[in-house]
């Protein structure tokens, strides 16, 4: 039922645990998981996992990526962005997303998948 498989790259983070941390709360979230399905670049999602992971963070500072494409600059919307190019890359079986915090130097790759009605299905009609 997986239709999108999701990379989560968590860059220049205090520590490697705080990069892993917010990585895999951005991953597992299932907010995050449903957008990716709807293919809504929804950075918002992204911040509350982030807020989530509760870490010591500057909101000011995040910078946001789908694939090469800045979505957030310094925690705020980037209304540079192109808008048709997001949508084009949302269509992709693999969606990157690149969270910059720009606080330090660690960094965490965490690997996820979307949550879609399929998904829910194959996993909700079956007992154990």
């Not at 989560?8 to 205090?14: F, I, L, P």
């Not at 192109?82 to 949302?90: A, E, F, G, Q, R």
């Amino acid at each position: 039922g997986v239709k999108k498989l999701i990379k989560v790259n968590v860059k220049k983070a205090k520590s490697k645990s705080q990069a892993k941390n917010i990585a895999f709360s951005v991953s597992n979230s299932p907010l995050v998981k449903t957008a990716i399905a709807g293919e809504d670049p929804n950075w918002g999602r992204i911040v509350m996992a982030i807020g989530k992971a509760k870490e010591n963070i500057l909101q000011n500072k995040i910078n946001i990526k789908f694939g090469n494409l800045l979505l957030a600059k310094k925690g705020e919307k980037n209304r540079a962005v192109n808008l048709s190019k997001v949508d084009h890359y949302m269509k992709k079986n693999i969606i990157e997303v690149e969270v910059n915090l720009n606080l330090g130097i660690h960094s965490s790759i965490v690997y996820g998948n979307d949550l879609n009605n399929e998904y829910i299905k194959i996993n909700a009609d079956y007992r154990s």
